[in-house]
């Protein structure tokens, strides 16, 4: 209705008055006049006459009036656009090709401008968001392994006073469980400082976010809702606002929910999306320990830039550092990092890469587009030429034409437009990791305003050259009679340029999907030296909250106990073939780095392998064969010490001079952590190496296995753990009857959603691995759909001329030439073309190789490049002999006959 | 009748403004004293009459407003606007000027020059 009001107040203005308006005012006139004439003596019949030749026809006058107030070149533009659509109409086949061509190309760019748009320039929902910075500490030894710094409750505050901050955010991260309903829930629990609701800016979609107020008298017990977590625990009941979640037996008020855009703190998977926010002042008040901490973000005034903000807060956090040696190394610099950096890094490279592939598609499509508007070109100089001969100037016609051209584009953006909506989506099915859990895809005003600029964009550029070359016949040689040649039109032919760029573009499409395609399935199909197939994990939290349930559990021995017999429970489920226990050691990616002595050797430089927790069965359900020696029993695992089995790879490259069996190894790091871990009495003493198992992925299903020391989960127990199921089937299938074994040892034991998935999802969550998948399916996808617009661009012009040369080449057949010659004849330039194409993009393809192979990070196979232009060869050869086939079709009396 | 005068480009909007200033018409009546101010010298091209009309409308130099017209009927009388004031007085002006000088050389003898 507004939309409507506007748009009639913005007519009246270019407009003020209407046509009928207009029209009455000059029917007067004219009567008043005929009325003066018939009073001088003229009849009636007469003075109408004379009249009408005098001021003119009523009819007209809307027109006088809008030319005389500077309409005119809008109505005229207005009926190029009404002749464009009827040019389209009449040939439905032309336009669907070129409307798709764009559709196609306008679609995808469009999709993944928004994509670029939602994951790098405006990924997150908070205001300010790109003052936000992660305070990281660089340790200058480990400079690869940026680390966060906790703050006590005073540190925060003088973060708070320092100059160029604007507010700092403290958070932390909990473990908790939804308790009081019917089976436990685990819950994500993030606290924040009461000061987030204005430090992030979000308005929340219900109720209200954490204020100042919620710290007072040792902290409310309030709590809001993330969007995902309202939807899954409440179904999305908007009367949700004042009821009472209980939380680790805590009863919370529910006081807001957060939109859906609001996914707190999902930072490049570090750590999960927070499912509830409570008031950090509850934190210090439920464990009341001094060094639980906040982990800091911090929000810079504006116009600070980094390197100001880094030298002024320097000092500060050394002072920090002063008060806790212990979690600061030992030599450090502070690096304020935007929090969009971690996913520039990643994702800013995919993007790059899928740009341009939509941006050759698109330059294909317009080409395509050039191509067929040449082509029917042909077949309307003769209209053209009429026009020109009746006064229509050449600007004129250009005009129209590209009036013609921007409608089509206009047309195929509005498709393309609607389907990007879905397309953008495709990139974060496939890999979504990859991008912050925040971005939304959304068609907003600058994605529309971007897609609008393209469309006119490529109207004119397609539209131009054609526009151009037609226009500029002169009538007078056009005119007598249509051109009906016996003789072939002139050689110039334009469009073989077009065709020759087209496919070359195409080629290099195809053989950059080939690559993607090709190192893709090196991927799949390499080793992983376990079997995923059929096998899940399950992740369990123990209650380390309720001091009752923890007390039952806090000994090594208790909770030894109760992890077997949920083990045992979970192994009684029928189906189920094997279980094992294992504590972050799920592969691909797997174990902690620690670093170890070998027989007592002190080395100066300390070898590193990868530490993994896990039960003596963790090999048989993961069917990691065992190489030599064995693996240790039931009675060792319980006691944790003195033993150890190690893979393949750490085998040959600390033990390769001797037997590995048999051999010492000392892990001086195997220590608890925090309250909650519990280590065995002996796990720093030495331990027998008894057992050399072959090397599953624990560094990425696409990296080198590095050297792993297996040992006894119970050598260090942390507060959770994770079971690793093996089923003949599905395994989600059985996480049913599971839960309820587990719930049988203890019905509040919730399992963590978070944690619970196959190992074949695990390989898909592998960030090279969701990578490589979306880079092979989308340029998959991308190269089918450019090698179906070159084919449909070589088809239509090859038809379009021979449908033109009917004639000659009934004359040729009729004077006896060789079919195969005329054949030849008809498809002759778009082959040639199409070849010429082929032979460039050869070229272009193996000087670009080394560059794409470093951005696609795989190698760039000359075989997979031949193979593309083969294919190419091949279908661009049919594409020209399908439509050239009718040439020799003609019977040569029926082509003569039209002479 | 004496001999009827062509009309220089661009002066029928200055003609038109003139009418109106006299008080309000309608478009035949401006036609109408024109022609009677002239002395029924100007032809006035028709068809160019009221693409003046409208285009001065449209700069807001004259405002439209429907009335009832001597016979009764509904007729549009255009009247002078404040900024059509101003532009017929600065167009007066300048008019008078360039005629003065251009009269002025026009009518130099061969002597004077």
């Known amino acids: ?551 039952r559990i806090q000994s090594r021995e208790a909770r030894t106990a109760y992890i077997e017999q949920i083990r045992e429970k979970i192994a009684s489920v029928p189906g189920v073939s094997t279980v094992a226990v294992g504590t972050d050691a799920t592969p691909p990616y797997s174990g902690a780095e620690n670093s170890f002595n070998i027989d007592r050797t002190h080395d100066r430089e300390q070898p590193q392998a990868r530490v993994m927790l896990v039960g003596p069965g963790y090999f048989a359900a993961l069917r990691i064969p065992l190489l030599q020696g064995r693996i240790w029993n039931t009675d060792e695992n319980t006691r944790g010490d003195f033993i150890a089995v190690v893979n393949h790879a750490f085998a040959t490259r600390y033990l390769s001079s001797s037997n590995a069996l048999g051999r010492q190894l000392r892990i001086p790091g195997l220590t608890p952590r925090n309250r909650y871990q519990v280590a065995s009495a002996q796990s720093t003493a030495a331990r027998e190496i008894i057992g050399v198992v072959g090397d599953a992925r624990n560094d990425g299903v696409d990296r080198p296995v590095v050297p792993a020391i297996y040992l006894p989960y119970t050598a260090v127990m942390l507060p959770y753990v994770q079971f690793l199921v093996r089923t003949p089937g599905d395994p989600l299938a059985y996480l049913h009857s599971i839960r309820g074994a587990i719930a049988s040892v203890a019905s509040d034991q919730q399992i963590s959603n978070a944690a619970t998935f196959t190992l074949n999802e695990a390989i898909e969550r592998d960030a090279q691995y969701s990578r490589q998948r979306l880079f092979s399916i989308l340029f998959g996808v991308f190269s089918a759909m450019a090698l179906a617009l070159a084919l449909v661009g070589i088809f239509s012009v090859v038809a379009y001329s021979v449908a033109q040369r009917t004639t000659e080449f009934g004359v040729r057949l009729a004077l006896g030439a060789p079919r195969a010659h005329v054949l030849w004849v008809a498809a002759r330039i778009a082959l040639v073309s199409a070849a010429a194409g082929i032979v460039i993009g050869l070229a272009f393809d193996s000087f670009l190789g080394a560059v794409l192979a470093h951005w696609m990070q795989s190698a760039f196979a000359a075989g997979s490049l031949v193979a593309a232009a083969v294919l190419l060869a091949l279908s661009a050869f049919l594409a020209c002999l399908l439509p050239a086939r009718h040439a020799i079709a003609v019977p040569p009396a029926e082509a003569l006959r039209y002479e | 009748m004496t001999k009827p005068v062509e009309l220089p480009q661009g002066t029928l909007e200055m003609l038109i403004l003139k009418a109106v200033s006299l008080g309000p018409l309608h478009g035949y009546g401006i036609l109408l004293r024109i022609q009677q101010i002239s002395g029924e010298r100007l032809e006035i091209l028709q068809g160019s009459f009221y693409t003046a009309i409208y285009r001065l409308e449209h700069r807001g130099w004259i405002k439209g407003e429907w009335g009832e017209s001597e016979n009764n009927r509904r007729a549009r009388f255009y009247s002078l606007t404040a900024a059509g004031t101003r532009h017929l007085k600065a167009e007066t002006a300048k008019w008078t000027d360039m005629a003065a000088v251009v009269a002025g050389i026009l009518d130099r003898k061969a002597d004077e020059i």
């Open chain 1, 1 to 551: 209705m507004n939309l409507l009001a506007a748009i009639r107040k913005l007519w009246h203005s270019i407009a003020p008055r209407t046509h009928s308006d207009v029209e009455e005012e000059f029917r007067f006139t004219l009567d008043a006049y005929q009325e003066d004439l018939i009073r001088q003596g003229l009849p009636e019949e007469e003075a109408r006459r004379k009249a009408r030749i005098d001021l003119g026809q009523p009819a007209t006058q809307n027109e006088t009036y809008r030319e005389a107030i500077g309409l005119r070149l809008f109505d005229e533009l207005g009926g190029d656009v009404r002749y464009g659509l009827r040019a389209l109409r009449r040939n439905p086949g032309f336009a669907a090709v070129a409307v798709l061509s764009l559709a196609l190309g306008i679609g995808a760019t469009t999709a993944m401008f928004s994509l670029i748009y939602a994951a790098l320039l405006h990924p997150f929902p908070y205001a300010g968001a790109d003052r936000i910075m992660n305070p990281i500490i660089i340790d200058e030894q480990h400079p690869d392994e940026p680390l966060w710094f906790p703050l006590s409750k005073a540190q925060f505050d003088d973060l708070r006073l320092a100059a160029p901050v604007d507010s700092p955010l403290g958070f932390n991260n909990a473990h908790m469980e939804i308790t009081g309903g019917g089976l436990p829930e685990d819950v994500w629990s993030v606290y924040l400082t009461e000061n987030a609701g204005a430090f992030f800016g979000v308005h929340p979609l219900l109720g209200r976010n954490l204020e100042p107020s919620d710290a007072e008298n040792g902290g409310h017990s309030v709590v809001v809702l993330n969007y995902r977590f309202w939807q899954r625990h409440f179904g999305g009941d908007p009367d949700v606002i004042g009821r009472t979640l209980e939380i680790d037996h805590a009863p919370y008020t529910i006081i807001g929910v957060m939109p859906r855009s609001f996914a707190f703190n999902d930072i490049n998977g570090i750590s999960g999306v927070g499912d509830v926010y409570l008031p950090a002042t509850l934190m210090r008040g439920l464990f009341n320990v001094p060094y639980l901490a906040y982990i800091p973000w911090i929000k810079l005034r504006p116009h600070v830039t980094l390197a100001a903000a880094n030298s002024a807060l320097d000092p500060i956090v050394r002072q920090f550092a002063q008060q806790h040696p212990e979690r600061f190394p030992d030599h450090w610099h502070l690096a304020l990092q935007p929090i969009i950096v971690p996913f520039q890094q990643e994702t800013g490279h995919t993007l790059t890469l899928l740009l341009a592939g939509v941006v050759l598609l698109l330059i294909i499509g317009c080409a395509n587009c050039s191509i067929l508007l040449l082509a029917r070109g042909r077949a309307r100089q003769h209209e053209l030429a009429i026009r020109g001969a009746i006064g229509a100037s050449r600007w004129r016609l250009v005009r129209q034409l590209l009036v013609e051209a921007v409608v089509i584009s206009c047309t195929g953006a509005v498709l393309g437009v609607a389907a990007s909506y879905w397309l953008a989506r495709i990139p974060l099915l496939l890999s979504p990791d990859s991008f912050p859990a925040e971005s939304v895809i959304r068609i907003n005003a600058p994605v529309l305003a971007f897609s609008v600029a393209l469309a006119l964009l490529c109207g004119i550029l397609f539209g131009l050259a054609p526009a151009l070359r037609l226009s500029r016949h002169d009538s007078a040689r056009m005119l007598p009679g249509r051109q009906i040649g016996v003789v072939a039109a002139p050689a110039k032919h334009r469009w073989s340029v077009l065709i020759a760029a087209q496919i070359a573009l195409t080629l290099l499409l195809m053989a950059t999907a080939s690559t993607a395609i090709r190192s893709f399935l090196v991927l799949t199909q390499m080793p992983l030296g376990y079997d995923p197939a059929n096998v899940m994990k399950i992740g369990i939290t123990l209650h380390v909250r309720d001091p009752n349930e923890w007390s």
